[in-house]
């Protein structure tokens, strides 16, 4: 699949959907996918990073996204998906294990805490912890490492 056609896809999928901050819902992949292409990774990591909501936030099926790319993509995309009621122990430790998932993810919280200025404060607060909790070991030794730790600093100069 190309990554145009991957954009048209997760445009109509997550039609209607907005973000907090009113933009449409869509652009946030594209934006993970834009890091990711910008830090070096292949088409396969830019696709999982424009995929990486669909399971969780639209009516895309495994299937669909096995049929429309390969098991793999599906695989790291199934990964990245929280269930109702997740244990985040659990989650970034299986996310830790498939690199794929993993620096989609990385890039993920990058895109996010871009964006947390927007939030109100107490959502600052506890995102910020959250990363530092979970995120900042994740990014050990990776090439994320120095940028999350970068944004985490400039946000908690910020609150």
Request: proline letters at 2%.
């Amino acid at each position: 699949m190309k990554l145009i056609e991957a954009i048209a896809y997760i445009k109509n999928k997550h039609s209607g959907q907005i973000r907090k901050q009113g933009t449409p819902y869509y652009l946030h992949p594209v934006e993970v996918a834009n890091i990711l292409k910008k830090k070096g990774f292949s088409k396969k990591y830019q696709l999982v990073g424009l995929f990486h909501d669909l399971l969780e936030d639209t009516d895309t099926t495994y299937e669909d996204i096995v049929n429309l790319t390969n098991v793999e993509i599906a695989d790291a995309v199934k990964l990245l998906t929280k269930e109702p009621g997740y244990n985040m122990s659990d989650y970034i430790n299986r996310i830790s294990n498939n690199d794929l998932a993993k620096m989609v993810k990385l890039a993920d919280r990058l895109h996010n805490l871009s964006e947390t200025h927007l939030a109100s404060l107490d959502f600052k607060k506890r995102y910020i912890k959250e990363s530092e909790a979970w995120f900042i070991d994740l990014a050990k030794g990776t090439i994320f490492e120095d940028d999350l730790k970068n944004i985490l600093e400039k946000l908690k100069q910020e609150i």
